[in-house]
């Protein structure tokens, strides 16, 4: 059988992330990826769909300046972010965190920087194995690193095995092998899948990559676009990134399995009082720019689909879910990373630098042999990133339109009386919902900061 110190199953950015750390202290790092093909990318690599936008502070969380990467990686450089409600608007210009990072943040081509991880994790000697889907994976608990049999063997769709010391799992907020792999390591009757997966936080993203007018583009090239309290259902929202050469990403994500009867139609602006059921992902972009554009152009014909961009036919859709992190069962050998570790947040698809900075970590301790510091890391790494994401979903989970324009009003005071200082910096001269906001805010972080973890590793048997 082949025997490698550790095997990490998906090759997105935790998986080749882990590789490159493993790798670069000489520990012999293997990726198997199952391939998913793309219309924006030759060889087969990671799924790789992603709105891909990165804040400035994120570039520090990550640990990689986008001046590393190769040409054409960075699509655009961004000074703002805007919300946009019903009938109220906040565009944000700083997120109030220092960084490395001069600009508000970059959007970038996600297939070409998978593509840059693949060929950094390969330079520092990984190796990234592509269509190879991973089945299963046995782990023998009595086994630890440096004996002669492997403490995990990894079963390939190929009926092939492999022989790993260290398991780094990176399949992505799907984790259809990280559900296997942890339900070895709960108690009887807890399972992962209804831990990391609830029935009733799952969501769908879909985007289409369409090429905008002129005038659109000057508008929206350097910007984050949302609009909120739109479209009906936790957390379900659509937004505009922009990409080169007039072309944009346009997405939403939305809970699977809504009902519309539980909605009134007239409060959302993208429902119509005839839809007898919810609007499709398309049919949803399409009412937001006949909404928003549709008084000044023909929508069909000026923002038509770019169909060789994305993954499909000019198009992306991505099963998510909402959840919170959870710990990994380490003194088994085993980090889960990135999106397989829910943090991936269904609020705002934040998760490549996260993805990365708990990949590079798990790669590190790997190398050295021992895993046991990993869950304590990616906390010190990640966690009041994770909180701020957590609280925040959590706040907004059940508002209605209302809410929402009460919200993006106060926060655009909030802006306005200190332009540059960051939302929620000073709230206290820009009015009384403004401070509602904050003391809100500031009071479920407290609460969150306690029970963020999902899976906590006191739970794991072995
Ligand atoms: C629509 C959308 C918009 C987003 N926008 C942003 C954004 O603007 N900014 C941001 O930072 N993040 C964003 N994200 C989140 C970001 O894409 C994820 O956080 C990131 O991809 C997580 O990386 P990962 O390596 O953990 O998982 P993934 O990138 O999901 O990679 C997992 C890989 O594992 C492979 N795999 C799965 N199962 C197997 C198997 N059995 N065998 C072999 N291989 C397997 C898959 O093919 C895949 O390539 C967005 C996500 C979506 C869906």
Excluded at 112 to 128: L, Q, S, V
Excluded at 151 to 160: Q, W
Aim: contains cysteine; proline residues 5%; aromatic residues 10%.
């Amino acid at each position: 059988m082949e025997r490698v110190d550790v095997a990490i199953v998906g090759g997105g950015p935790g998986g080749t992330a882990a590789a490159h750390a493993a790798a670069s202290a000489d520990a012999d790092a293997l990726v198997l990826e199952k391939g998913v093909p793309r219309a924006d990318r030759e060889r087969l690599g990671p799924d790789s769909t992603d709105a891909a936008g990165i804040l400035d502070y994120w570039v520090d969380i990550m640990g990689i300046h986008p001046d590393e990467f190769d040409d054409g990686v960075v699509q655009q450089e961004l000074t703002r972010a805007e919300f946009r409600g019903p009938d109220a608007a906040a565009t944000l210009v700083d997120t109030g965190f220092d960084s490395s990072y001069d600009g508000f943040g970059y959007t970038f081509h996600r297939a070409r920087f998978d593509d840059w991880m693949r060929d950094r994790a390969e330079d520092a000697g990984a190796e990234y194995r592509v269509g190879v889907s991973v089945r299963d994976v046995g782990t023998d608990r009595s086994l630890g690193p440096g004996d002669d049999e492997p403490r995990h063997v990894v079963e390939l769709a190929s009926g092939d095995e492999v022989g790993a010391d260290f398991l780094v799992l990176a399949d992505g907020p799907q984790r259809t092998v990280t559900n296997r792999v942890l339900d070895g390591f709960l108690p009887e009757g807890s399972r992962a899948s209804d831990r990391l997966a609830p029935p009733d936080a799952n969501h769908i993203a879909y985007q289409e990559y369409r090429r905008v007018p002129e005038a659109v583009f000057e508008e929206v090239h350097d910007a984050l676009v949302f609009w909120w309290g739109v479209m009906p259902g936790e957390t379900a929202y659509p937004w505009i990134f922009p990409n080169r050469d007039r072309v944009c990403r346009i997405g939403l994500t939305m809970p699977i399995g809504l009902d519309i009867d539980a909605f009134d139609a007239d409060a959302y602006e993208l429902l119509s009082a005839d839809d007898d059921s919810i609007p499709t992902g398309s049919e949803y972009i399409r009412r937001l720019l006949e909404w928003q554009y549709g008084d000044e152009y023909d929508v069909e014909t000026d923002f038509p689909i770019v169909e060789e961009a994305g993954k499909r036919d000019g198009t992306e859709t991505y099963p998510i879910s909402s959840t919170r992190p959870i710990d990994s069962p380490t003194e088994a050998g085993i980090a889960v990373v990135g999106g397989a570790m829910g943090t991936t947040s269904a609020f705002h698809e934040g998760g490549d630098h996260v993805a990365v900075r708990t990949g590079a970590i798990a790669g590190e301790l790997v190398a050295a042999g021992d895993l046991a510091a990993y869950n304590r890391r990616w906390k010190e790494a990640i966690g009041d990133e994770i909180v701020r994401n957590v609280t925040m979903a959590d706040m907004v989970a059940e508002y209605d339109p209302d809410d929402w324009n009460r919200v993006i009003a106060a926060a655009d005071a909030m802006l306005t009386a200190e332009a540059g200082d960051g939302l929620l910096a000073q709230p206290y001269r820009s009015g009384w919902e403004s401070a509602k906001l904050l003391l809100a805010y500031k009071w479920n972080k407290r609460k969150t900061k306690r029970h963020y973890v999902s899976i906590d590793e006191h739970e794991y048997r072995y």
